[in-house]
């Protein structure tokens, strides 16, 4: 008998092919057995598949319940299929900007009809007119200076023929259009006590006149102001020679080395005399005094205010004398020059007076 392949080559039966079926087929490495090819038909349908079921697969990520693959569309498997080409991202939310709420427009405001500014009237009006004692005080505005032509006051007493004063401005004064009573060698105000020495005392009127062009041509205003009457102040430097003097005669009192603001015979008991008080604090009647040396300004703590009262005989009416008293600190220049700034606001009107000098002390 000839012997088989195995025998030959001395292999135990169990591993021939015809050995014990008890014994498990190998695997086909070499395809020696190779199985039926299917149809082109079969492949693509398997492809798909599983195209179909590794998506469905990778959609259980995301959804509990998995698609049947023959129930998805042409395009739901192209769109599986790209998502399959790379690793699986966990989709981003898409941030969602909101729409801003419409602003309601404002309803726009009309604009105000911008006032027209009212057309000066060409003429003088009186800032003020006063006394303090037996001196008078004149400042006049004059509006429109182009179209006043002549401006002229006199001061006068009642049944005297002869005027107490009388002024005309010249055409530079009229053209500066303000104007401040200064007589003689006085900085301010016209002193009426030499008139008043041949007649008898009385307020003087003021009489004003001036000429304006107008439409109607040239045209003359006369008008009659009466004097409202202030408190007369004296400021001055109290000296060590004052003492027995004239001064201490005048005054009565004297505050050696001392600044010295001084009221007499004021009807009003509550005014306030004060060290560097601002103007716009001022009340009708107040006077503040503001005294520097070397730059310096004395403070207010330097100061102390005296206040008198006293009646004259047969008269009922109760006057109040000041007197605001200021030292010279002991840190300042003992001897020197004092720059003294006086200012008041009258009682009559709401005017407000500067008044500044040099004082040796």
Not at 62 to 76: I, M, R
Request: with cysteine; hydrophobic share 35%; charged share 25%.
């Amino acid at each position: 008998m000839r012997e088989t392949v195995h025998e030959l080559n001395r292999i135990p039966s169990e591993f021939h092919e015809d050995g014990a079926p008890e014994i498990p087929e190998l695997p086909d490495e070499f395809n020696r057995f190779p199985r039926p090819v299917k149809t082109k038909e079969d492949r693509s349908r398997l492809r798909k598949m599983m195209l179909m079921l590794a998506a469905a697969g990778l959609a259980l990520i995301g959804v509990f319940a998995p698609l049947s693959p023959d129930s998805l569309s042409a395009e739901a498997e192209m769109v599986q299929t790209e998502i399959t080409a790379g690793p699986a991202k966990t989709p981003e939310a898409s941030a969602v900007t909101p729409t801003p709420a419409l602003t309601p427009q404002p309803t726009p405001t009309p604009e105000p009809t911008p006032e027209a500014s009212p057309i000066p009237t060409p003429g003088v009006t009186i800032g003020y007119y006063y006394r303090a004692s037996q001196v008078y005080y004149v400042l006049l505005r004059i509006s429109v200076p182009e179209q006043v032509s002549a401006v002229s006051f006199r001061l006068a007493a009642p049944d005297v023929e002869e005027p107490a004063l009388e002024i005309e401005l010249t055409p530079e004064q009229i053209e500066n259009a303000i104007y401040e009573l200064r007589v003689g060698d006085r900085e301010e105000g016209f002193d009426a006590n030499e008139f008043f020495a041949h007649h008898a005392e009385a307020d003087l009127t003021m009489e004003l006149t001036y000429t304006v062009l107008g439409e109607a041509g040239e045209e003359t205003v006369i008008e009659t102001i009466e004097p409202t009457v202030e408190d007369w102040i004296y400021w001055r430097f109290d000296s060590e020679e004052d003492v027995g003097g004239i001064a201490e005669m005048m005054f009565g009192d004297i505050f050696p080395n001392c600044f010295v603001v001084r009221i007499f015979d004021s009807p009003n008991s509550d005014l306030a005399v004060t060290v560097g008080s601002d103007a716009d604090t001022l009340k009708n009647g107040d006077v503040t005094i503001r005294v520097r040396i070397d730059g310096r300004e004395i403070p207010a703590e330097g100061g102390r205010l005296l206040r008198g009262r006293y009646r004259y005989e047969g008269d009922d009416t109760i006057y109040y004398d000041y007197a605001l008293v200021i030292p010279i600190p002991e840190d300042f220049p003992q001897h020197g020059t004092a720059t003294m700034t006086l200012t008041r606001k009258l009682t009559h009107s709401d005017a407000i007076i500067i008044r500044e000098k040099d004082v040796e002390y």
